[in-house]
């Protein structure tokens, strides 16, 4: 599957960079417009251009806007990483992830959880789609710890777990996973350096957690081999967003120097 400009072979490496650890930087970090309104998501939007290139639309944002706020974004240059975690029976997954591909984005997600059949079917729907995106699978989300697995019947740890699912992705020829930081390097050996590994569950020093449950600062998931952080409440709650994504580009900027050194 041919690759967006922002998913280069430099990015597609644990630990390889560009040359400019700032640059590299600014292509890794997406924000999550988690907001309620497409004027709240436009109004961030203006704040951190400056510093961001990646944008996340989740389900809080697509309900209440719908596929507008996709064209309104893209028609800016920004890169968006559409986060619906696509979770049905084959067919309509399909059917979703070619209508999805058709609005410019550049990653989405499927739900691994939906198995086999419902990853391949995902997958094959973008053959043949001029530039497709990404396709991530979703493997356990970051609010999930052991007692939430457990209450829904799944008694292994939450890394076993994401394993298991991402085996399957693999198997079904997905090439993209989403995981919390704590897996990520586990996916990183079990992969290789050629899988691309978007991480939420960021949150720098001294933040709140909130829901989060596997959290991680954003220099120890870069160290880990992530190659995509996704930050929002540390950003977009803050009462200066551009200055908080800046805090956290330094710090990315200054881990990114640390692993070429």
Request: proline share 7%.
């Amino acid at each position: 599957m041919p690759i967006p400009e922002q998913l280069d072979s430099s990015l597609r490496q644990s630990r390889q960079i560009a040359l400019d650890p700032r640059d590299d930087a600014r292509k890794r970090l997406i924000v999550a417009l988690d907001v309620p309104t497409a004027s709240a998501a436009i109004d961030l939007v203006d704040r951190l251009e400056n510093s961001c290139r990646w944008f996340k639309v989740g389900l809080e944002l697509f309900v209440a806007a719908g596929p507008t706020i996709l064209e309104k974004l893209t028609a800016r240059g920004n890169s968006i990483f559409l986060d619906l975690k696509f979770h049905d029976i084959p067919n309509t997954v399909a059917g979703a992830v070619r209508s999805a591909s058709g609005w410019g984005v550049r990653m989405m997600t499927v739900h691994a959880l939906g198995g086999p059949a419902m990853l391949s079917a995902a997958k094959a729907a973008l053959d043949g789609v001029p530039d497709p995106p990404e396709l991530l699978a979703v493997t356990v989300l970051t609010s999930m710890d052991g007692a939430q697995l457990s209450a829904v019947g799944l008694d292994d740890s939450a890394a076993k777990q994401v394993e298991r699912l991402a085996r399957v992705g693999l198997g079904a020829g997905i090439r993209g996973f989403v995981c919390s930081p704590r897996e990520v390097g586990l996916l990183r050996a079990l992969a290789g350096p050629e899988i691309v590994l978007v991480i939420p569950g960021i949150r720098p020093a001294g933040a709140g957690v909130g829901d989060q449950k596997r959290i991680a600062t954003p220099a120890d998931a870069l160290r880990q081999g992530a190659n995509y952080l996704v930050v929002g409440r540390p950003i977009t709650q803050a009462p200066n967003p551009a200055e908080a994504a800046e805090s956290i580009l330094a710090e990315m900027t200054a881990t990114l120097r640390e692993l070429t050194a």
